[in-house]
């Protein structure tokens, strides 16, 4: 059964959309259309996806209408299955539009429009979206789907997405579904900067790392977004990391996300952070306010760093705030390798200061979101939550507050049943992904 994505504040979404700075032209594509439109009105939408690319500069939207949307480009011509949605410019593909919408604020239902690799009779894609700019591309409101990168000689990673020029990319409000790649199934990145936000990764599967998403050399922000019963048959089940972007001081920065159901053969079944040989600083991840549960590994359960006392300046490394990390396999190993973890609720306990080993009462067992009166409410850092480096927002201030929580809740709310255990003045806000 599929399962139905959690989706974070689209009232909050809609209207920080609202304020965004105005393209410089928009394009409108409805697979319904006449194969000879211009795509500057609905009523001359461009038919295919790939025409409305080709029309665009760096800067301009296209707007997609609700509909299913396959790849036609051949970037290794004569072979069908190397077609793909190519993006070669800096464009924001916003799609689950009715086609009768006069600003970019879509009223088709979520999530609606599908880029799918699925050929027909010719096969699978390898790659349902290549981008090769590196200029800023922005993909919001789309599901991505059945991307079989493992089977391209060339590049066998990013059945979803690949990053062949490194760049920035900017996710919001997608879903991500039964991607396979040798590694970095929904997405594979090299030497770029992310930013995703309210995102689903579902079902994804990595022969190698990366059952969702693999980045190399990579930096950016992953905020509000689930990751569910993805895989990989040897290292990060959810997500692989490993080294970081020049100028940057993490690898990645993961806030208020929760992890279930993911499974590493041998390692990380939510994470896994990998040193480089001759990187200084080491491959840092940080991860804060998120939810495991449910997870599965030998090594690290939840989360495992590269350890390698040999080179102890290119190890791997996480900093956990904030966390709930419960009933995970094997439940002694749910963190493996350098971890530092502060005001977190582990199971059978972790040092660091502020812990917790109490198990949470959740609401709902089967989302992790927990209930009044649970240990873990009252009981987090506002440190991690203090600014808002990913202007989450859109409001274009990063010096305030993240002010709520995986779906749209408030932050910092009181939950006058506990006594307050967190840090530092009340109101303090809770461990996980969720605000009760």
């Not at 840092?284 to 449910?294: E, I, K, L, Y």
């Amino acid at each position: 059964m599929r399962l139905v994505p959690l989706v974070c504040s689209l009232a909050i979404l809609a209207s920080s959309a609202e304020a965004l700075p105005l393209p410089q032209s928009v394009y409108r594509v409805d697979y319904g259309a006449p194969s000879n439109g211009d795509g500057l009105s609905w009523a001359t939408a461009f038919q295919h996806l790939d025409d409305a690319i080709a029309a665009a500069f760096d800067g301009d939207e296209i707007w997609v209408t609700s509909g299913t949307y396959r790849p036609r480009v051949e970037t290794q011509p004569g072979i069908l299955s190397s077609s793909s949605i190519v993006i070669n410019r800096g464009v924001r593909i916003i799609g689950s539009f009715a086609g009768n919408e006069t600003t970019h604020t879509p009223t088709g239902p979520s999530r609606s429009t599908s880029l799918d690799g699925n050929l027909g009779f010719i096969g699978t894609a390898f790659h349902v979206v290549t981008i090769q700019t590196a200029s800023k591309v922005r993909i919001e409101n789309c599901t991505i789907l059945g991307g079989q990168a493992q089977s391209d000689p060339t590049n066998d990673g990013g059945g979803g997405i690949t990053m062949l020029n490194g760049g920035a990319l900017m996710l919001v409000d997608d879903e991500f579904f039964v991607c396979d790649a040798a590694n970095g199934a929904a997405l594979d990145a090299a030497s770029a900067f992310v930013n995703i936000r309210n995102c689903l990764f579902t079902y994804n599967n990595a022969a190698n790392g990366g059952g969702a998403i693999r980045l190399a050399n990579s930096s950016g922000f992953l905020y509000f977004s689930r990751f569910e019963l993805n895989s990989a048959g040897v290292r990060g089940g959810a997500i692989h990391t490993s080294g970081l972007l020049s100028g940057q001081s993490d690898t990645l920065s993961v806030v208020g996300c929760v992890f279930n159901g993911n499974v590493a053969g041998t390692e990380g079944a939510c994470g896994y952070v990998e040193g480089v040989v001759g990187a200084i600083p080491a491959a840092r991840m940080r991860w804060s306010s998120c939810t495991f549960f449910g997870n599965d590994a030998p090594a690290g359960g939840a989360i495992a760093a590269e350890y390698n006392p040999s080179q102890p300046a290119n190890m791997g490394v996480s900093f956990v705030t904030n966390c709930i990390i419960w009933n995970n396999s094997y439940i002694k190993h749910q963190l493996a390798g350098r971890q530092f973890v502060e005001y977190s609720c582990v199971q059978l306990g972790h040092p660091g200061v502020g812990n917790l080993s109490v198990k949470p009462t959740f609401l709902d067992p089967t989302t992790g979101e927990q209930d009044w009166g649970s240990v873990t409410n009252d009981a987090g850092h506002y440190l991690p939550l203090n600014d808002d480096p990913a202007d989450v927002d859109e409001d274009g201030v990063t010096a305030e507050p993240i002010a709520f929580d995986l779906v749209g809740n408030p932050r910092f709310a009181d939950d006058p049943s506990v006594v307050d255990t967190g840090c530092c003045s009340a109101p303090m806000c809770d461990m996980g992904a969720f605000e009760r």
